[in-house]
């Protein structure tokens, strides 16, 4: 277990540490482990030396919406696969497993293809409807529906609950674990969404903060990485703090029963 | 009332499913952007109001590039916007690539030594010669040898930009804790005596320096490799297994395996920090270093005997899939970018080599020189510069692909001469599927 804490708690703290040394204690060899002198002016790097205010709230509004979109259409597309019928049911649940096998840069050229006809290159439209399927959430939350109780659903239907009804009042407070669990993956994941929008993105009026924060290297001179350390756990701690939040409910959610004995 | 409410709802989300099924892959074919008029028709490059350069910002370029913008914006009327294309040149080549299959292409994109052939090759990049006639660049002004790096097939496919040659720095505190000469050697086998006498002197301090094969070991090694007679290839013919290469990777892997060298993913910070003695560099890291570095450091020649030192950098290209009065302001905004009075003020920014002829002459550059003596050895060194190897250029992925192998001999301890069969006969795969039906 500690050996399991080292190694992800330890990079973790080294960037912090970093991104509070000055510049020259990042290289001392044997390393220092704590910043003598602590400086915040790596921070204030970050601030003046890319437009970090505008990517951050980029990344904020790429992330909510794709989030929003995606936990939406994931929960609706999985409560139909998992409980009413209609043609075609297993044709489209084939689709979904096809597009989960699909690496998403194999799509890249041809969605930039009809991104850029449709006039949508630098503009949040062009970075978040591509990014929007939701093939992933879809089987999660329909493999998991199939497993509740299948009483409570028939009882929901006895009490002539339509299936909208029975989604938000049954369905989904039995479902809180896992649609936390998804929407956290979908937040992490989109929060650290790179090449798409890199491809898109033109400048910092729609760039996220991972495209924004390479400005801070230099392939080929010097990187200071005091500011990008910095830069990384200025992006960072929004995540930590959504884990967090997150996290609480997830377990609440877990401990909560839905059938009385 | 509720099989309706059961088949609304099915509609509903199958409806839904399918747009994001849509969005998450979209369809194949290549679209149609509506097109100005295309390339080669007559047009009035005085019609353009703005530009669109695609950059990486070489060398912590971003602020320098800004500033000879609005310059040009100034003096021409032009708008330009600058796009931060990518963290380096294989990322703008990734968005061109992008780019050439859906449309939105930029006007004047930067081309990486080992990025602009692909695109010349598959008419992706305009040829400039004509565009240097109407827009009257005067190109034999550039510098011949980093003009003619983008030569192909009678004709040229980018002018100049960032462009840089390898560099020794070295530590001349060590260097004196050592009892060197305030020189870099002349030679590999004299850096070999050399590397024992620093490692005593410098306990706990790598002798030399350099990055490993993802960020540009593979241009680096090239110098070292001609001068044990090897080369990567002889034109479009893989030369990795001959006696001169192998002897080459034996000698890289054998001052790793003696601790005269240390590979790293990031040499130019080791280096200034202290922790080497001496680095294997561009002459791109010149600005940052001198900036940085609390000591004092000297430049010098790659190890010969020469011929052992190529150039490397970038150049700005024109796509061919813009309208030729966009062509021809791209053109115009090139010519004015690279000039001499703005190749000095980006030379002098970044440590990168003036690409005019002119410009090694003017009264600004040689008191620059003057004051900076480590960025004279870049100018000095030019004259024995020899083009790259097509393998590492031309052929598509072959500074990844001599890297990657690079990284087996030097951090992995393979043994050389299997590794150097292996990418021989890789990149003589490649060249016959890729390039020679292409020629």
Redesign the interface.
């Known amino acids: 277990m500690l050996i399991v804490i080292l190694v992800v708690a330890l990079p973790l703290y080294w960037i912090l540490a970093a991104a509070l040394k000055e510049?020259?204690d990042?290289?001392?060899?044997p390393v220092t482990w704590l910043p003598d002198p602590v400086t915040a002016e790596n921070f204030s790097t970050v601030r003046t030396g890319v437009d970090f205010l505008d990517y951050l709230r980029n990344s904020i509004i790429i992330t909510v919406m794709l989030t929003a979109?995606q936990v939406v259409?994931g929960v609706?597309?999985a409560?139909?696969l998992a409980f009413?019928r209609?043609p075609?049911r297993g044709v489209?649940l084939m689709?979904?497993i096809a597009?989960l096998m699909?690496p998403?840069q194999i799509?890249?050229?041809?969605?930039?293809?009809?991104?850029?006809?449709l006039g949508w290159?630098n503009s949040f439209t062009g970075i978040i409807?591509?990014?929007?399927?939701?093939?992933f959430g879809?089987f999660l939350m329909r493999n998991h529906f199939l497993s509740l109780p299948s009483e409570v659903l028939e009882a929901a239907e006895m009490d002539?609950a339509?299936?909208?009804r029975t989604l938000v009042r049954v369905v989904l407070p039995m479902s809180w674990p896992t649609l936390i669990a998804f929407t956290l993956i979908t937040v992490v994941n989109e929060w650290n969404q790179y090449l798409w929008p890199?491809?898109i993105a033109?400048?910092s009026s729609v760039a996220p903060l991972p495209v924004g924060l390479?400005?801070l290297?230099?392939?080929?001179?010097?990187?200071?990485?005091g500011p990008v350390m910095a830069g990384t756990v200025l992006t960072m701690v929004p995540i930590l703090v959504v884990f967090l939040l997150l996290q609480r409910h997830m377990i609440k959610g877990l401990t909560a029963g839905a059938v009385k004995g | 009332m509720n099989a309706l409410n059961r088949r609304t709802a099915s509609r509903l989300v199958v409806g839904g499913l399918a747009l994001t099924l849509l969005a998450a892959c979209a369809g194949t074919g290549s679209v149609d952007t509506d097109e100005a008029p295309a390339a080669g028709t007559t047009a009035d490059a005085n019609e353009v109001e703005s530009l669109t350069f695609w950059s990486n910002h070489p060398g912590g370029s971003k602020e320098v590039e800004e500033e000879l913008i609005a310059a040009y914006e100034a003096e021409h009327g032009i708008e330009v916007n600058l796009v931060s294309a990518g963290a380096d040149y294989e990322e703008v080549a990734q968005r061109l690539n992008a780019a050439l299959a859906g449309g939105d292409l930029p006007d004047v994109v930067i081309v990486s030594d080992v990025t602009w052939f692909n695109f010349a090759l598959t008419d992706a990049l305009a040829p400039m010669d004509e565009l240097w006639e109407t827009v009257g660049v005067d190109s034999e002004g550039y510098v011949d040898s980093l003009r003619e790096d983008y030569a192909f097939d009678d004709a040229h496919y980018a002018l100049p930009y960032s462009r840089s040659t390898p560099l020794f720095y070295y530590n001349k505190d060590m260097w004196e804790a050592a009892g060197l000469p305030d020189r870099g050697p002349e030679t590999w086998d004299e850096f070999a005596e050399w590397g024992a006498d620093l490692q005593e002197a410098n306990p706990d301090v790598a002798p030399l320096v350099a990055p490993d094969g993802s960020a540009y070991l593979d241009w680096l090694f090239q110098g070292m490799i001609w001068t044990f007679g090897g080369a990567y290839s002889d034109e479009w013919e893989p030369t990795f297994t001959t006696d001169g290469s192998i002897a080459a990777g034996e000698f890289l892997q054998d001052q790793v395996e003696t601790g005269n060298l240390a590979i790293s993913n990031d040499p130019n910070n080791q280096f200034g920090a202290g922790q080497a003695a001496s680095l294997l560099a561009s002459t791109g890291s010149l600005g940052g270093l001198t900036e940085t570095t609390e000591f004092e450091f000297g430049t010098a020649f790659l190890p010969g005997p020469q011929p052992g030192v190529t150039t490397g950098g970038a150049g700005l290209g024109i796509p061919a899939g813009i309208d030729r009065a966009r062509q021809e302001a791209a053109m115009e905004f090139i010519a004015f970018f690279t000039n001499t009075e703005n190749t000095v003020t980006f030379t002098q920014a970044t440590g990168y080599m003036p690409v005019q002829k002119a410009a090694l002459e003017t009264e600004e550059t040689l008191a620059f020189l003057e004051e900076n003596p480590n960025a004279r050895t870049a100018l000095e060194q030019l004259e024995l510069t020899s083009p790259q190897d097509y393998a590492r250029v031309f052929v598509p992925g072959g500074g990844a692909r001599i890297g990657a192998a690079l990284d087996r001999i030097t951090t992995g301890g393979e043994d050389v001469e299997t590794v150097f069969t292996e990418l021989d006969e890789e990149t003589r795969t490649v060249v016959e599927r890729d390039i020679e039906p292409q020629l």
């Open positions: 510049r020259p990042i290289y001392t060899v979109v259409l609706l597309s409560y139909a009413l209609f075609g489209v689709f979904i597009a699909v998403s799509t890249m050229i041809s969605n930039y293809a009809l991104v850029s006809s290159r409807v591509p990014l929007a399927g939701v093939a879809t002539a339509g299936p909208i890199l491809l033109d400048d390479t400005q290297q230099d392939a080929e001179g010097l990187t200071n990485w």
